[in-house]
């Protein structure tokens, strides 16, 4: 397994699978592991500034498309605490006050609420909330992959112009 992940690894860092790397990394990060995909990202326009934009949009897509399946899950989790619960009538579950204070929110933006995904620790998280409160999923994935985008466009953009010489090789 080791041997086989390794070179999964080093043929994804070749150059000419740049754009599936990035894709891959901005997927694996949207999901509830802990991992930074914008490293990946701005390392890829660096070596290659012609891939600025489809580089952003390809993150974009990665990135969201995790999102939504922290959205699926969310919404899997929720159909199966009701089978659960309705299984067991007396079934209480444990919260605290600012839980319910965090679902009440984003029950109260719903989908716009969802722009926030890009946020480190807590947006991972909010997609699979609104998963679990069934809001739209279309909308929610939209407003992820806007908010997402503008995440990218800031930190790369920033970071390439802000430190043109970080990465020269």
Known sequence: MDAWLHSLLEALALPQYGLVTVFVVSLVSAT???MASVPAVYGLVKLDPELFWPALLVATAGNTTGGAIDYWMGYGA????EKLAHK???VKVPGKKHDARALAWLQRFGPPACLLAWLPFVGDPLCAVAGW????FW???AYMAIGKFLRYLVYV???YWAAPGALSL
């Open 157 to 159: 953009g920033g970071l």
């Open 32 to 34: 509830l592991l802990p």
């Open 139 to 141: 909308p929610c994935v």
């Open 133 to 136: 409160l069934r809001l739209p």
């Open 88 to 90: 067991a009538e007396n």
């Open 78 to 81: 929720e159909r199966a605490y």
